[in-house]
C-alpha cells in the first residue's frame, strides 16, 4: 500500500509535468491511471509549436536525471512511440547544471581517503562537462600526469533508485492492465534500462570498461582508450588520462587541422564494426562529443559508462540481417527473422517478406548516402504488433548505438553511407563464421567436446551403479529376512537415466 501511494504520487507529478508541455500522449496511448491524466488535462498547455517528441524530452529534462536517461532509452523504441518521436528523443542532451566543486572535493577525499592535495597538484573546480550522473574535472596529478577526474552527483544513487521504483511499478501495471502491450515487455526493458543505469553508478565498472575496450584494440595504432589511474579510482571517483584532440563530430575543426574526414569516419565504421562483431562489446554512446581525433589521427572514445554485450547467435543474427537488407532479398530478411525465433512459426514467411519490402524500398530507393539502417530497423519494429512479434530488450541499446553511429557519420561526410564501409568487413565475418567451413569446426569442436567428457560421464555412471548395486544387497538381505518369499530389489531411476545418458552420448558420438 505504501508503494501504491508513494508511486501514485509521483505518477500525479509526472502527469502535470507532462501536461505543462502539451505531451500527456505516452499515457494516453497506453491507456492506465486514466482519472490522473484526465485532471492533468486541466493544466495542459496549449496551441505549442514544438513536435510532440520535442515536448515529451522538455518535459522529461525537467523531471530531471532519470527521465533524461529513460528518455534517450525511449529514442529506440519506434514500436511504442512514433518515429518522429523517437527520433526527437534521441537528441535529448544529457546535460545539466554542475554541482560545486566543492562537493567534488568532498567525494573524493571520501573515497579516495586521502586530501584532494596530496592526489593532484592542480583540481580545476569548475567541471569541463556535466551530464545527469556525474561530471568531469581536470587536473594534474602529483607526478605530473594531466587527468579528468569523473565524479558521481551527491545523492543520485537514491534519486534513481526512487525513479526506478516507479518505472518498475508503471511497467508492472501496463502488462497487467493492457494485455496488448506485454509483446513490448516493458517490465523486460525497464529491467535492461535499470541495469545500464546500476553500471554507470560504479564507476570502478566504467574503469574496468574502458580497459577491456582498450584491450580488445591493443596493437592498433588508430584507435585506442585512456589509460585508467586506478590509485585514484574508486566507486564514486573515476580518473583516467586527459585525452587532447578535436570531437569527432566537429567536422569544420578536423579539416583545419589537416584531418583527412573520409579516413576518420572509415576508421570509425570499422571499429564499430569490430565492437559488435569481432568482440561483442561495444561502446553504447558513441555520440559526436563522446570520441575524440588526436593529432595523429587515432580516434580516442571516452565515457564508458553505457557498454553493450552481444552473443555470438545474436551477431550472426545482426551480420545476415544487416547485409540481407543492403542486397535487398527481403525473403532472406525474413528467414532471418523466423530463424532467430522473433516472429512465430505460425505466420507466413511470404507475407513477413512482403512486409519487409515494404519497409526497405522506400529506403533503399534513395541515394546511398541517405540510406538509414537504424531508420529500417525503427520501421521494422512498427509491424511488431501485426505479426505478433516480441520486443528483444537486448538489442535496443545497439539499434541507439546504430543510430548514433549513423549521425557521427553523416556529420564527417554527408555523402558517404557508414554502412557501406563497413559491409565487406561484414561479409568476411559471416564466411569466416558461418560459413561451412566454420559450421564444420564448430562440430567438429562439439564432438571433441562430447568425447573428452565421456570419461567423466562413465564414471559418474559407474559410481550410480555402484552406490545402487550397494543399496539393492541391502534390500535384498532385508527381504530374506522378512521370509522366504522375499521381494526383488528396486532398481532407481537415477540408475535407468544414468544409463540412457551414456547410450545417448555414445550414439550421438558414433553418428
Given at each position: ?44 498547455r ?28 525511449l ?59 556525474a ?38 501495471l ?18 535492461a ?15 574496468a ?12 595504432a ?33 579539416l ?5 574526414v ?18 561483442g ?14 593529432e ?119 555523402e ?15 564466411g ?25 560421464l ?24 522378512d521370509?522366504?518369499?522375499g ?25
Open positions: 500500500m505504501l508503494r501504491f501511494l508513494r508511486n501514485g504520487l509521483r505518477l500525479v507529478r509526472l502527469a502535470f509535468a507532462l501536461a505543462r508541455h502539451d505531451a500527456l500522449f505516452p499515457l494516453e496511448t497506453l491507456r492506465i491511471a486514466t482519472g490522473i491524466v484526465a485532471v492533468a488535462r486541466l493544466v495542459r496549449r496551441n505549442d509549436a514544438r513536435r510532440p517528441g520535442q515536448r515529451l524530452a522538455a518535459a522529461f529534462t525537467d523531471m530531471g536525471p532519470s527521465f533524461i536517461k529513460f528518455g534517450q532509452a529514442s529506440t523504441r519506434a514500436d511504442l512511440l512514433s518515429e518522429e518521436v523517437a527520433i526527437d528523443l534521441g537528441q535529448l542532451a544529457d546535460h545539466l547544471a554542475p554541482f560545486p566543486g566543492v562537493d567534488a572535493r568532498r567525494t573524493i577525499e571520501q573515497e579516495l581517503g586521502r586530501p584532494v592535495d596530496a592526489l593532484f597538484t592542480s583540481f580545476d573546480d569548475a567541471p569541463v562537462a556535466a551530464a545527469s550522473i561530471q568531469v574535472h581536470y587536473a594534474v596529478t602529483v607526478d605530473g600526469r594531466e587527468v579528468a577526474v569523473k565524479v558521481l552527483r551527491p545523492g543520485i544513487e537514491e534519486a534513481f533508485a526512487r525513479d526506478l521504483d516507479l518505472f518498475y511499478w508503471l511497467a508492472d501496463v502488462e497487467r492492465a493492457q494485455p496488448r502491450f506485454r509483446r513490448l515487455k516493458p517490465l523486460a526493458s525497464v529491467r534500462f535499470a541495469d545500464v543505469v546500476r553500471v554507470e553508478m560504479d564507476l570502478r565498472m566504467e574503469a570498461a574502458a580497459e577491456e575496450l582498450g584491450g580488445n584494440f591493443a596493437g592498433d588508430f584507435y585506442r582508450t585512456p589509460a585508467i589511474d586506478w590509485d585514484r579510482t574508486a566507486r564514486r571517483v573515476m580518473t583516467m588520462e586527459r585525452v587532447h584532440g578535436i570531437p569527432i563530430g566537429d567536422r569544420d575543426r578536423l583545419a587541422a589537416g584531418h583527412d573520409n579516413a576518420v569516419l572509415k576508421k570509425s565504421a570499422e571499429a564499430f564494426f569490430y565492437q559488435v562483431f569481432r568482440d562489446f561495444f561502446h553504447g554512446d558513441m555520440h559526436g562529443g563522446n570520441a575524440f581525433v588526436e595523429s589521427g587515432c580516434i580516442v572514445p571516452v565515457d564508458f559508462g553505457i557498454m553493450g554485450r552481444v552473443d555470438t547467435a545474436t551477431r550472426g543474427y545482426l551480420a545476415e540481417l544487416l547485409i540481407a537488407f543492403l542486397r535487398r532479398d527481403y525473403r532472406t530478411v525474413a528467414e532471418v527473422q523466423f530463424r532467430a525465433g522473433y516472429v512465430p512459426p505460425d505466420k507466413s514467411v511470404d507475407v513477413f517478406a512482403q512486409a519487409c519490402r515494404s519497409i526497405g524500398e522506400p529506403i533503399f530507393g534513395k541515394p546511398s548516402n541517405q540510406i538509414s539502417i537504424a531508420r529500417l530497423l525503427a520501421q521494422l519494429l512498427r509491424v511488431t504488433e501485426q505479426f505478433e512479434m516480441e520486443a528483444q530488450p537486448q538489442l535496443l541499446l545497439l539499434q541507439k548505438t546504430m543510430l548514433m553511429a549513423e549521425g557521427m557519420g553523416t556529420k564527417l561526410n554527408p558517404v553511407n557508414i554502412w557501406e564501409l563497413a559491409r565487406p568487413l561484414i561479409e568476411e565475418w559471416m569466416t563464421h558461418f560459413g561451412p567451413r566454420a559450421r564444420l569446426e564448430r562440430a567438429l569442436g562439439e564432438t571433441i567436446d562430447a568425447i573428452r567428457k565421456l570419461p567423466r562413465v564414471d559418474t555412471i559407474e559410481r550410480i551403479a555402484e552406490r545402487e548395486r550397494r543399496r539393492a544387497e541391502r534390500e535384498l538381505t532385508a527381504a530374506q529376512a521370509g522366504p518369499a521381494r526383488w530389489p528396486r532398481l532407481d531411476w537415477a540408475l535407468l537415466v544414468a544409463v540412457a545418458a551414456l547410450a545417448a552420448a555414445i550414439s550421438a558420438w558414433w553418428i
